[in-house]
């Protein structure tokens, strides 16, 4: 089910909505409304096995080093894992959730552009009788609406070689820190690209915030 591809590092891109910005069909990049999903791939840990995974969670890391072109951001990450995910941001829960068919989109205000932005997901595989699916699928965007600035990057497309999805079962213990040393991680699976593998496609990711 999983032909396993090369792993390669997330998409990054700045954009400025006032400047022309040619893309694969050459529009114009407009300030963008809320990440989706469409040019994300689906990634898990290297426990490679053909038919599924086994049950049980592992740990996930992103740290990002933005370049100082807003002095602040609001992230939004939209995001699904099969089964359950917990998404911190420098150590701080952002949200968790566990039905993959309804992705959420999860908003960070005002985050400062200094200093790296570390992302962790603890994400957990149900149990099943056999090996089963596992995956996360996100799209993140950082943006400033007075400067009509913004990044979008994604799991699984290219471009900057040192910002990789790192993941690592079992999960050590505060993984989530942001001081965390992650470097003898291994990085993070692909597996399929939107639309693919057992998911298919999904539902518009929707807004959402935890109850705490
Ligand atoms: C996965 O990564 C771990 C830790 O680096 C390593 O020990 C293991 O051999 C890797 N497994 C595969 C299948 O590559
Ligand atoms: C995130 O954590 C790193 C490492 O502690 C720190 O350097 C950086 O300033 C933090 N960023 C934010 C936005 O809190
Ligand atoms: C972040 O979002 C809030 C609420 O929509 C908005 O008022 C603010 O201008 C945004 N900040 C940036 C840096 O875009």
């Not at 694969?24 to 963008?32: K, R």
């Not at 992302?119 to 090996?131: C, G, K, Q, V």
Request: charged share 10%; with cysteine.
């Amino acid at each position: 089910m999983f032909a396993l591809r090369r792993v390669i590092p997330i998409v990054t891109a700045l954009f400025a909505a006032a400047m022309t910005v040619s893309t694969s069909n050459d529009a114009t990049v407009a300030f963008p409304g809320p990440p989706d999903l469409t040019l994300a791939s689906w990634m898990w840990n290297n426990n490679t096995l053909n038919t599924g995974f086994p049950a049980g969670s592992s740990a996930f890391r992103l740290t990002f080093h933005p370049s100082i072109e807003f002095p602040v951001a609001n992230i939004s990450v939209a995001i699904s894992t099969d089964n359950a995910y917990s998404l911190y941001f420098n150590g701080t829960l952002i949200g968790n959730a566990l039905d993959w068919t309804k992705p959420n989109v999860w908003t960070i205000n005002n985050v400062p552009s200094t200093g790296p932005w570390v992302f962790a997901i603890l994400a957990t595989n149900y149990f099943d009788a056999s090996l089963n699916p596992a995956g996360i699928i996100a799209s993140f965007r950082a943006s400033n609406a007075a400067l009509q600035a913004f990044y979008i990057w994604y799991t699984g497309q290219i471009a900057i070689p040192s910002v990789v999805w790192k993941a690592m079962f079992p999960v050590p213990d505060g993984f989530a820190n942001p001081t965390f040393d992650d470097s003898a991680w291994p990085p993070a699976v692909l597996e399929a690209p939107y639309g693919g593998g057992p998911w298919g496609n999904l539902a518009t990711p929707v807004p959402a915030s935890l109850c705490i």
